[in-house]
């Protein structure tokens, strides 16, 4: 099979693109190269037979257009967004010009290349999105796939819009699609602006771990390299027009998941006194701050015969290593805008 993976560059999509060509794919990575986008994240892949680049803007139909006739893919797997709460609620504009107006124009070109070869029946367009589309959850209970949407920040709004699209093309024209919807994504080549990185590499410099509000905020974390396993089992073998919630069946409180890592870095980097825990420091909360996010992972499990390989603990402990191991990666990334910055503050 052959696929086209927008945001091949960026952290879920590059885990996609690697464990794909392991696994004799051909793929075609497309991405804009926007500023949470690295080539060093496929660089293992780059020389591989079977693998391409083009670097290009899902925003751009003509560019859409040659890339489908120059490489005809059979699939699409759809991952490239802006993804960060904080610099949604900062810039929000950009967030609906890619995630909504870019996933509309992507969509009109795949029906247009679709239709274009007879509309083959192995042909399959992948939205790939998030929990964060259902809102916020109390104490107890899921999402489930028939969860109502609730988005309550631009970015989940934006992709809300998006897999609404998705839905459409596929009930008005045709189009065969699968969405998917996962929780928070950890892991390798993770840029370093999310929680965890930033935990990391803060604690390795010895600044401040900074937790938002009380830290009492609960997410369910998913290793990337499970989620990419999962989203070519949904790509291969899910019910078109069905979606497909993906989580990673361990929720933390932010709170402890940075006291978790504290406690693997004292074991494998110790400080010279105290513990790394010692520079946790709570700051002013996020403007409409989730509370929880938990996925019911029933139907995966159950359709698709799919489930993490990792706890949480142990996913942490590689993402750990893998930081420790690459440090090269993550310092050439330090100086992008943003980075090490408190954004998302709404003032």
């Known amino acids: 099979m052959k696929v086209l993976v927008t945001g091949g560059a960026g952290f879920i999509g590059s885990a996609v693109v690697r464990l794909a060509i392991a696994r004799g794919y051909e793929v075609v990575n497309l991405d804009a190269l926007?500023?949470?986008?690295?080539?060093?994240?496929?660089?293992?892949?780059?020389?591989?037979?079977?693998?391409?680049?083009?670097?290009?803007?899902?925003?751009?139909?003509?560019?859409?257009?040659?890339?489908?006739?120059?490489h005809a893919p059979d699939s699409v797997m759809h991952l490239a967004a802006e993804s960060h709460v904080d610099r949604s609620i900062d810039g929000p504009g950009t967030f609906i010009d890619t995630n909504v107006m870019g996933t509309y124009t992507l969509l009109e070109a795949a029906r247009g290349y679709w239709q274009g070869r007879g509309r083959p029946e192995g042909f399959r367009f992948?939205?790939?999105?998030?929990?964060?589309?259902?809102?916020?959850?109390?104490?107890?209970?899921?999402?489930?796939?028939?969860?109502?949407?609730?988005?309550?920040?631009?970015?989940?709004?934006?992709?809300?819009?998006?897999?609404?699209?998705?839905?459409?093309?596929?009930?008005?024209?045709?189009?065969?699609?699968?969405?998917?919807?996962?929780?928070?994504?950890?892991g390798p080549f993770h840029f370093p602006e999310k929680l965890i990185p930033v935990v990391i590499l803060n604690a390795l410099a010895g600044k401040p771990l900074p937790?938002?509000?009380?830290?009492?905020?609960?997410?369910?974390?998913?290793?990337?390299?499970?989620?990419?396993?999962?989203?070519?089992?949904?790509?291969?073998?899910?019910?078109?027009?069905?979606?497909?919630?993906?989580?990673?069946?361990?929720?933390?409180?932010?709170?402890?998941?940075?006291?978790?890592?504290?406690?693997?870095?004292?074991?494998?980097?110790?400080?010279?006194?105290?513990?790394?825990?010692?520079?946790?420091?709570?700051?002013?909360?996020?403007?409409?701050?989730?509370?929880?996010?938990?996925?019911?992972?029933?139907r995966i499990r159950e359709e698709l015969g799919w489930?993490?390989?990792v706890t949480v603990e142990e996913g942490l402990e590689k993402t750990v290593d893998w930081y420790l191991a690459n440090e090269p990666w993550w310092r050439a990334l330090q100086d992008r805008a943003g980075v090490g910055e408190r954004l998302g503050t709404g003032g």
Do not use: M
Request: charged share 25%.
């Open 34 to 70: 926007t500023y949470a986008a690295c080539l060093d994240n496929v660089a293992s892949v780059a020389g591989a037979p079977g693998y391409a680049f083009e670097h290009a803007d899902i925003r751009d139909r003509d560019a859409l257009d040659r890339i489908f006739a120059d």
């Open 126 to 186: 992948h939205h790939i999105s998030t929990d964060e589309v259902f809102g916020s959850l109390g104490p107890t209970g899921q999402f489930t796939e028939e969860t109502p949407y609730d988005p309550r920040s631009p970015y989940s709004a934006s992709k809300a819009a998006s897999d609404h699209l998705v839905r459409a093309w596929h009930h008005t024209y045709g189009l065969p699609v699968v969405l998917s919807n996962c929780s928070n994504n950890y």
């Open 211 to 298: 937790i938002y509000g009380d830290g009492s905020n609960v997410r369910d974390w998913l290793y990337v390299e499970d989620h990419a396993d999962a989203l070519l089992c949904v790509l291969e073998r899910g019910a078109l027009g069905r979606s497909y919630n993906i989580g990673g069946e361990n929720e933390r409180s932010n709170l402890e998941l940075v006291r978790t890592l504290c406690a693997i870095l004292d074991a494998k980097r110790p400080k010279e006194s105290g513990s790394y825990a010692d520079q946790i420091t709570f700051v002013t909360d996020r403007p409409g701050h989730d509370a929880r996010y938990a996925i019911d992972p029933t």
């Open 307 to 309: 489930r993490p390989s």
